[in-house]
């Protein structure tokens, strides 16, 4: 029986097409999502297996890591994309704010990571976890820095578990900058995030999916991130 991919948060954006794409290529994916979504049918009716997963809590990480014991008995991947983009705009009570981002975005990847390592183990072959994290990981973000810093946590987690589980289970990153739009992001908007970047385009959620093939398909990559940005770094 195949392993299946979990990817987490794969009700929405990058990671449904994650999850889209590797149900078209008949690969066997467990999902987790926060909130009810459209997509989620359609992803259960082509063989995907839905988890309900609030990682904003312990109580909603230590739930989802039974609900996948109990789901299956091995693991080819873990993709690690569930994410909040929440701001200190948005909300001064500055302590909780740090504390939901570092819990989604580093604690709970780390207790998964930790916890399911037996499922990947139980995997023949080699086996993958990859974080999804973020261009600020390395630059900051003067309006997302809870956020931010909670991406930098996570891209160290890449370094430390790609030590700790080699060489049975690769561990990379995959940093996106600006991939794909929401749908009210006004036109001057849009035109003025497009010249952050060196290339100037808005590539689409495919780009993320090509990573991720490319990742699990590689032998020979480790502790290393893909930088989706379209050379922002170059501006």
């Keep these: 029986m195949q392993s299946p991919i979990l990817i987490t948060g794969g009700a929405q954006r990058l990671g449904l097409a994650i999850a889209e ?16 979504k459209p997509a989620i049918e359609s992803l259960v009716a082509k063989g995907a297996v839905a988890i309900h997963a609030d990682f904003a809590t312990q109580e909603g990480i230590d739930a989802a ?7 299956t008995t091995s693991l080819r991947a873990i993709i690690h994309n569930a994410s909040d983009w929440d ?3 948005s909300n001064e009570n500055y302590g909780q704010l740090m504390h939901k981002m570092m819990q989604v975005h580093a604690s709970a990847p780390y207790q998964l990571n930790l916890q399911l ?6 995997c023949e072959g080699v086996t993958d976890i990859i974080h999804m994290t973020d261009y600020v990981q390395g630059k900051g973000s003067d309006k997302h820095i809870a956020y931010a810093a909670s991406k930098a946590a996570l891209h160290n987690l890449t370094l430390s578990f790609a030590k700790k589980l080699a060489p049975d289970v690769k561990v990379n990153s995959i940093a ?9 992001d006004s036109a001057e908007y849009r035109a003025q995030a497009l010249k952050k970047s060196v290339l100037e385009i808005c590539p ?5 999916v090509h990573a991720v093939n490319y990742l699990l398909n590689s032998r020979f990559v480790t502790g290393q991130t893909l930088h989706l940005d379209g050379g922002r770094h170059l501006k």
């Design 87 to 89: 701001s200190e705009k």
């Design 21 to 36: 794409h590797l149900l078209e290529q008949h690969h066997s994916v467990i999902i987790t999502y926060r909130s009810q």
């Design 176 to 184: 996106p900058a600006l991939v794909m739009f929401n749908d009210h």
């Design 65 to 71: 890591i039974q609900a996948i014991q109990v789901s």
């Design 117 to 122: 390592a037996a499922l990947l183990a139980a």
């Design 204 to 208: 689409g959620p495919q780009e993320a």
